[in-house]
């Protein structure tokens, strides 16, 4: 949230595989009743509901006592009610209760006699727990929220004693200048050099214990949250609470948001069952979302996390709004497009919508068992093969050697999109079957094109049925080189040959010299780079018109990522060159040229 204040098969054969494989897939993401070991916790991306986005849109009729009004206990068990009802058979497990439990209407908090958040009694009059037990008896999960650090209305006059913790008070917790913390300096920042400190995380997780919650979404979590810097470095805060959440002896899925610091990952890996990539998906206006603001974003952002994602822990791309039509803001086109990208990213599949009034086209996106069974299965997370360009191919090789291709368009209007099978990494046939549609397609030599809608994708299932495409490799750092400007050759541990060549800005330049293929065509050049940013630069052969590919970020500057580039050669020998123009370019590793055009 953001301060309410302020990731070789006939057709027929392949059509058998994913069958078996779907109902496998299901038999472990149906929820069961009883309790989760640690090592289930997130063995998959969880799925369910959240209530923020209808709490933050001032969609007509959802906040009807004011901002955030939506949250009250009437609204979150009519939503259990409706996941249990239509959802939960599809995986939906998951009932979030977002910010706010504990405010008034006009967002005043409410704390205990320890300094712990305290339910509103005209928000939730039965409590917490019994909010819990409603859940439990629908055979679902109990999720929560709370902000990272000790509130500042918690602190008191710093003399609020500490829950099962002799001695403590509020002030014995914090750091005595009393330096504010989190994404909106909500909290004072916890010291946790003094021993109270963790006495009082521990507390806050009994408490959620005992009330029976099996997921906490701590916020505001720095480094990220819109804060950098060692006020707002709350790393220790996630491994207070990971600790604390251990003691408890209840199974209790940690999710840390939002924008987190990807130099953290191993951080947020070690200490949480999943993190938020991005900003909030929500608008905070009259619909739920819309495409510009900020679903589109998540192209972009989500790249460089995709090798962070895995059993255990998973990239949170935020709530997925594709239910309800206009209540939305989306067009059809963007609404399949937004769940596409979250189930090849491997991304939770939690809704913001309103349950109990899903339109037919939202329930086909919610329920497509084959499209949530990319989500849910034990493959890789897809990431672009293709710059990030309008047009972008997505793509995982799969465990059984098929392929999850994922095609985009994000232009503002209709464009192909074409997957070629050299970017994949093969060449000649291959079966294709149409998740969405749950059709198989037939063969497909070489490559499928599809033309789609503006903000249109389509998302399939790749059987190659050809073969295993060769290459031939050239080192950016190899002496035939030309290198203009600032470019220079530089080290990196992570590179092929443990060489790049970096410094590609304000006119440097790269170019490969006596690139040979035998016949002339254009070849899908796979480039090895890295970026800790998305980079554009200009890709051109022996002198010719380039063009300006973006890169997608690496996420820093010691991991290599590849993409392929389409690049028109003659038969012989060639140039390939990468210009940073007037802007900045990604660090070069090496290309692999295909033996073949495509």
């Known amino acids: ?63 009807d006592q004011g901002d955030y009004s939506y949250l009250t206990e009437a609204n979150v068990l009519k939503q259990t009610d409706a996941l249990a009802g239509r959802l939960k058979k599809y995986g939906y497990d998951h009932v979030n209760i977002d910010a706010g439990w504990w405010m008034d209407w006009n967002w005043k908090q409410g704390y205990d006699q320890y300094g712990r958040q ?38 008191g006059d710093g003399r609020t004693p500490i829950w099962n913790a002799d001695g403590c008070t509020t002030a014995d917790v914090v750091y005595p200048d009393l330096r504010t913390t989190n994404g909106w300096d909500s909290s004072y920042k916890i010291d946790f050099d003094r021993p109270c400190a963790q006495k009082y995380i521990d507390s806050q997780a ?75 998906v929500e608008c905070y206006c009259n619909t739920l979302v819309t495409w510009e603001n900020s679903v589109d974003d998540r ?18 791309l935020d709530s997925l709004d594709v239910g309800n039509g206009a209540m939305d803001g989306l067009t059809k086109a963007e609404r399949q497009s937004y769940a596409t990208l979250w189930a090849v990213a491997k991304s939770p599949l939690f809704t ?24 849910q299965s034990d493959d890789p997370p897809a990431r672009p093969v293709t710059p990030s360009d309008p047009q972008q191919v997505w793509a995982a090789k799969n465990a059984d050697g098929t392929y999850t291709v994922a095609l985009f368009n994000l232009a503002d209007s209709p464009a192909a999109v074409t997957a070629d099978w050299t970017a994949l990494g093969f060449t000649g046939k ?33 059987a190659p049925k050809g073969s295993a495409l060769a290459y031939t490799g050239y080192e950016a750092e190899a002496s035939g080189n030309t290198l203009s400007g600032n470019a220079s050759v530089a080290g990196c ?22 690139v040979v293929v035998d016949k002339a065509g254009t070849y899908l050049v796979k480039v090895a780079y890295i970026s800790g940013d998305s980079r554009p630069a200009v890709v051109s052969a022996d002198s010719g018109a380039g063009t300006s590919h973006k890169f997608p970020s690496t996420g820093d500057w010691g991991t290599v990522a590849t993409v392929s580039v389409p690049v028109t050669l003659k038969a012989g020998a060639n140039t ?13 590793d090496r290309i692999d040229v295909p033996k073949s055009p495509r």
């Not at 727990?129 to 500042?152: F, N, R, S």
């Not at 541990?493 to 006596?514: E, I, M, P, R």
Request: charged letters at 20%.
């Open 118 to 155: 305290k339910a509103d009694p005209a928000r939730f009059p039965s409590g917490m727990k019994a909010v819990a037990d409603h859940i439990h008896a629908k055979g679902l999960k109990a999720g929560i929220y709370l902000p990272a650090g000790l509130e500042k209305g918690a602190y």
């Open 352 to 375: 913001g919508d309103d349950l109990t009034k899903l339109d037919d086209y939202g329930v086909s996106l919610l329920t497509n068992r084959e499209v949530i069974a990319v989500d």
């Open 1 to 63: 949230m953001r301060s309410p204040s302020t990731s070789a098969l006939p057709v027929r054969g392949l059509r058998t595989v994913l069958v078996l494989a779907l109902t496998a897939a299901f038999a472990a993401v149906v929820p069961a009743a009883q309790a989760r070991t640690p090592e289930q916790i997130a063995a998959k991306p969880y799925m369910g509901w959240s209530s923020w986005s209808m709490q933050s849109s001032r969609y007509p009729g959802l906040n």
């Open 430 to 462: 291959a079966s294709v079957r149409d998740l969405w549609n749950h059709e198989d397609l037939g063969s497909f030599q070489n490559k499928i094109t599809e033309a789609l809608p503006a903000h249109g994708s389509r998302l399939f299932i790749v």
């Open 493 to 514: 541990d992570a590179c092929s040959g443990q060489k790049k060549v970096g410094n590609l800005y304000q006119g440097g330049k790269l170019t490969f010299t006596n």
């Open 299 to 316: 192209w972009d952002d989500t790249p460089a996390w995709t090798g962070e994602a895995g059993p255990g822990g998973w990239n949170d």
């Open 206 to 280: 009994q408490l959620l214990a005992g009330w029976g919650y099996d997921f906490l979404k701590l916020d505001g979590v720095g480094p990220g949250s819109g804060k950098s810097g060692d006020q707002y470095d709350n790393v220790a805060d996630v491994a207070a609470w990971h600790k604390a959440i251990a003691a408890t002896g209840r199974p209790i899925h940690l999710e840390a948001s939002w924008s987190l610091d990807f130099g953290h990952a191993a951080d947020w890996r070690r200490y949480t069952n999943g993190w938020r990539i991005d900003t909030d």
């Open 576 to 588: 390939i060159s990468f210009d940073s123009g007037s802007g900045y370019a990604p660090d070069v």
